[in-house]
């Protein structure tokens, strides 16, 4: 996964309206994408205070939209806006996004496998052979994470390394769960 790059060309445009759309609302521009083939413009928001957003909210961001889907001209006539929360499980796409995960646990699915990556190590063939696996966030760097997999093993991993990642907050009620 190379993280999302400088946003370029119609996606640019929309997300400088959405911006100023939620910039007079109470939530965050959590991501955006904009499907140009599909014509669909998603949009994620969410509470800074719950991390989400409910039905309301998302119909109060679409409707900040209208004036400015009605005025420009160059926004597409047959275009779908889609407004929701990013969800439980949501994308992790930017070094923000992994800071803001913080401590909740994530799944990493990488480009190679951790035996690859890892070369030299003294892996067992199970964990030599994962790509998939949940961790935990230690540290967010402009060119890598550095992610616990356990209780006395942490990784560094580049994010061209990584092909998708994603929150796994059952993960997070799993080992609560083992605590109690």
Known sequence: MVLKQERKGLEKKFYEIATKVIAETDFVLYDLDYNNGGKTLRVFIMDPKTNTAVIDDCVAVDRGFTPFMEEADWIPDD????????????????????????????????????GDI???????????????????????NEDNLVVALDEEFSLKI?????????????????NRQEGE
């Open 79 to 114: 275009i779908v806006l889609e407004v929701s929360s990013p969800g439980m499980f949501r994308s992790l796409n930017t070094i923000e996004h992994f800071k803001m995960a913080g401590s909740t646990p994530i799944t990493l699915n990488l480009k190679k496998t951790l």
């Open 118 to 140: 890892l070369e030299g190590s003294e892996l067992d063939k199970k964990t030599a052979k994962a790509k998939t696996f949940v961790c935990n966030i230690e540290e967010v």
């Open 158 to 174: 580049n994010y061209i390394d990584i092909k998708k990642a994603n929150l796994e907050p059952d993960a997070q009620a799993a």
